[in-house]
């Protein structure tokens, strides 16, 4: 429930912005956590902080044009939203997915000025993407998209500017692609335009693995704090993408024993633990449904009419898509004996869940918290494009394990300061809010 001013913000939010429901959530629930701060520090409200970062500084939307393997004309809807460029130049990933519009790139960049503030780096907020569907594409179809996009897109990023990177849909591959037309229309070799690049031009080690390694090193310091560890912790990860994938080996390399996973045709159960070799051959190099895993694994088994939450374990880490634990999940989780849940994904829980955790005494880690690996580790490429240098594996991990544990440091000690302790949601919220709100305060308005 929103007080004063918060509440007019919001109602301001809803009435400016119809429609976009995933970008009211992301709001709402940062906004949520802001009556203290308000309270403490009235100078952001004079400078109308909160209502200025809730209308993205741009907002760009185009046509992308391109033309398919059976010579047919396909039209998509491409979009970038810068949102704040206070701490830095906008940076998010690009998703491509067919449900991405409006209120998902804006529920997306919003969440991201939060999380890159916290991440203590100097990036701005921003997110993009397109509506088109990767999959069952060739790969011809997925660069000719991927020239299309950027041939708009280019004229709008740069170094000092934005700087995209992957998300759902965009990994490797579409980075690619992307940044070879990128070179191509502005006869630049301009690295650091672009991060998640291949190791060979320009990118960074430990960026594939980072949100995923990142969110496991985030649930290792919660364990710590309760003196305990992923040894012999039973594990569920939905997802088996990008971030799952890297989710799972990190918590094997643990101790940890992940125990299913998903894709979006249902959930695979695996009493001894993911075979991670073959999830990656299954869904990254044949592009198949998670059931081909199944086909290959004895003692596997597949689910497709039930909820990946249904399966018990010690630690849930949601790593798939938006709202896709709800408060019935929450409460199955809750009630198998899950000690934490803490997202991978963006905003993968809705409120409700949230409530249900808060409520059953499970500690929930926020996203913004504990998948900022990815985007620090992009902030670690974009320094290592800067300085032409490339880091080791080892050094570079480091790095990112050094990140997570001082993001986790800063939610416990914000929340503790606002009287708020033990609340991840509070410091996160907070603590990326008065970073970013101090620097709008010294750059006037803007
Ligand atoms: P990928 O495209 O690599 O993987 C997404 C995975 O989620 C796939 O297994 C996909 O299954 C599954 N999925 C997507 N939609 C649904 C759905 N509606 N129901 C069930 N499963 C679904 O994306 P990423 O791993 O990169 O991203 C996953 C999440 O993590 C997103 O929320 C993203 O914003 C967030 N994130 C990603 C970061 C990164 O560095 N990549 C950084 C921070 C956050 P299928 O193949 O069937 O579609």
Same mark, same amino acid.
Request: hydrophobic letters at 35%; one cysteine or more.
């Given at each position: 429930?929103?007080?004063g001013?918060?509440?007019g913000t919001?109602d301001?939010?809803?009435?400016?912005?119809p429609?976009?429901t995933?970008?009211?959530?992301a709001?709402?629930?940062?906004?949520s956590s802001?009556e203290?701060?308000?309270?403490k520090h009235?100078?952001?409200?004079d400078?109308?902080i909160?209502r200025?970062l809730?209308?993205?500084?741009?907002?760009?939307i185009?046509?992308v044009p391109w033309?398919?393997d059976?010579?047919q004309v396909q039209?998509?809807?491409g979009?970038r939203?810068e949102f704040?460029?206070?701490l830095?130049p906008?940076?998010?990933?690009?998703?491509?997915?067919p449900?991405?519009y409006l209120?998902?790139?804006?529920?997306l960049?919003f969440?991201?000025i939060?999380?890159?503030?916290?991440t203590?780096m100097?990036?701005?907020?921003g997110?993009?993407?397109s509506?088109?569907?990767p999959k069952?594409?060739s790969?011809?179809?997925?660069?000719?998209f991927c020239?299309?996009f950027m041939?708009?897109l280019?004229?709008?990023?740069?170094?000092?500017t934005?700087?995209p990177a992957?998300d759902?849909?965009?990994?490797g591959?579409?980075?690619?692609y992307?940044?070879?037309q990128?070179?191509?229309i502005?006869?630049?070799?301009e690295?650091?335009?672009?991060?998640?690049?291949?190791l060979s031009?320009?990118?960074?080690?430990?960026r594939?693995?980072a949100?995923?390694y990142?969110?496991?090193?985030f649930?290792?310091?919660i364990?710590?704090?309760r003196?305990?560890s992923f040894d012999?912790?039973?594990v569920?990860v939905?997802?088996?993408?990008n971030v799952?994938?890297?989710?799972?080996?990190?918590v094997q390399?643990l101790?940890?024993?992940?125990?299913?996973?998903?894709d979006?045709?249902?959930y695979?159960v695996?009493?001894?633990?993911?075979d991670?070799?073959?999830?990656?051959?299954v869904?990254?190099?044949?592009?198949?449904r998670?059931a081909a895993y199944?086909e290959?694994?004895?003692g596997a088994y597949?689910v497709t009419?039930a909820?990946i939450?249904?399966?018990?374990?010690d630690?849930? %880490?949601p790593? &798939?898509?938006q709202?896709?634990l709800?408060? #019935?999940a929450?409460?199955?989780l809750a009630r198998? @004996?899950? *000690?934490?849940v803490?997202?991978g994904a963006?905003?993968?829980c809705?409120?409700?869940?949230?409530?249900v955790?808060?409520e059953?005494?499970v500690t929930y880690a926020?996203g913004?918290a504990?998948?900022?690996?990815?985007?620090a580790?992009?902030a670690?490429?974009?320094?290592?494009n800067?300085s032409r240098?490339?880091?080791?594996?080892?050094h570079?991990e480091?790095?990112l394990?050094?990140?997570?544990?001082?993001?986790?440091?800063r939610c %416990?000690?914000t &929340?503790?300061?606002?009287?708020?302790p033990? #609340?991840y949601?509070?410091?996160?919220n907070i603590a @990326?809010f *008065?970073?970013?709100?101090d620097a709008?305060?010294?750059?006037?308005?803007?």
């Open positions: 429930m929103l007080h001013k918060l509440a919001y301001e939010v809803l009435r400016r912005n429609g976009e995933e970008f009211h959530q709001v709402l629930e940062v906004l802001l203290p701060v308000v309270v009235p100078q952001y409200a400078a109308e909160i200025r809730c209308e993205p500084e741009r907002q760009i185009f046509r033309v398919d059976a010579g039209i998509n809807r979009f939203v704040s460029s206070a830095g906008y940076k998010g990933g690009l998703r491509f997915h449900s991405v209120g998902i790139v804006k529920f960049g969440e991201q939060f999380k890159n503030a916290l203590g100097p990036i701005g907020g997110k993009g993407g509506d088109f569907d069952g594409r790969d011809g179809e997925v660069m000719r020239q299309a041939t708009e280019y004229r709008h990023i740069g170094e000092y934005d700087v992957g759902t849909g965009v990994g591959r579409e980075i690619g992307l940044f070879g990128y070179k191509r502005t006869n630049r070799y690295s650091g335009v672009l991060t998640g690049k291949g031009w320009g990118g960074s080690r430990v594939t693995e949100t995923g990142g969110l496991v090193f649930v290792d310091e364990l710590r704090t003196q305990d012999g912790k039973r569920v939905s997802g088996s993408g799952a994938i890297y989710a799972v080996e990190k390399q101790g940890g024993t992940v125990v299913a996973c998903s979006s045709s249902g695979v695996d009493e001894a633990g993911i991670l070799a073959l999830l990656r051959e869904k990254e190099e044949r592009r198949e998670i199944v290959a694994r004895p597949l009419d909820s939450w249904d399966v018990a374990c630690v849930a %880490l790593c &798939a898509t709202n896709e709800d408060a #019935d929450a409460t199955v198998n @004996g899950c *000690t934490v803490a997202e963006n905003m993968p809705t409120p409700d869940a949230i409530r955790l808060a059953a005494g926020p913004k504990a998948n900022a690996g990815g985007v580790t992009s670690l490429e974009m320094q290592q800067a240098d490339s880091w080791t594996f080892e570079t480091q790095r394990a050094a990140i997570m544990s001082g993001i986790h440091e %416990l000690e &929340a503790e300061a606002y009287g708020q033990g #609340d949601t509070a410091g996160a @990326g *008065t970073r970013v709100a709008m305060l010294a750059l006037g308005i803007v």
